[in-house]
């Protein structure tokens, strides 16, 4: 683990490179990644862990939005996280909570052209049981329509199909805002723009190397 204890989160909308980079950062310094979606897929399988009150991860889900925000605030604030979050906070009531609780050290935003995006998106597809994305363009699987580890089928999820993609953008951008405006109000915004994760990545490396020590170089990740 990192020697000194950092609380960062990374915000992008959806097919922004987000879980690459948290990824990244979690190999290059030492830091433990936290997915809200991987967080929630774990908790409907019911091997999430526990609720801050004790109760098993999958009734909280069951319990509703308010439920799912205080067991993965109950996560990022436990006293050996130390990492980086990605998918979390969403809306700007996820980000008050959190403020209220956890000083978050920095805010990495990664800004995508739209049409960047809607190629990425409309490009993937997952394994539903692990999460594992894969893009037909420049990350396909080694066997068309299977998952490399398993050998289990790919799904296009329904909000990734093109149809879809542009209603979830609009609804990204419009519930992001306010988050992107309050990080950016206390100083601890952060924003990158490109087309690629590949081109994004050593500036936030070195805006993390600036932060704590690293324990890989940027050419060993």
């Not at 100083?187 to 600036?210: A, D, M, Q, R």
Request: contains cysteine; charged residues 20%.
């Amino acid at each position: 683990m990192a020697s000194k204890l950092l609380r960062a989160v990374v915000l992008g909308p959806p097919g922004s490179g987000k879980g690459t980079v948290c990824e990244r950062i979690a190999r290059s310094f030492g830091l433990q990644h936290l997915s809200s979606g991987q967080f929630l897929r774990e908790s409907l399988r019911g091997g999430g862990g526990e609720c801050p009150r004790g109760r098993p991860l999958w009734g909280c889900v069951a319990g509703g939005l308010a439920s799912i925000t205080a067991a993965f605030l109950a996560l990022m604030t436990a006293p050996f996280c130390c990492g980086a979050c990605t998918g979390f906070p969403r809306t700007l009531g996820q980000a008050e909570a959190l403020d209220r609780i956890c000083k978050l050290d920095l805010v990495i935003s990664l800004n995508i052209p739209f049409e960047t995006l809607k190629d990425r998106l409309s490009a993937r597809w997952v394994h539903p049981a692990s999460g594992r994305v894969y893009n037909m363009d420049f990350n396909p699987p080694h066997v068309q329509g299977v998952d490399d580890l398993t050998g289990e089928p790919l799904v296009q999820r329904e909000d990734d199909k093109p149809e879809a993609v542009a209603a979830r953008l609009r609804k990204y951008k419009d519930a992001a805002k306010p988050v992107i405006e309050l990080y950016k109000s206390r100083g601890i915004l952060h924003s990158f723009s490109g087309t690629e994760t590949n081109k994004i990545w050593p500036y936030v490396y070195t805006l993390l190397s600036s932060k704590i020590p690293p324990i890989l170089s940027d050419e060993e990740n």
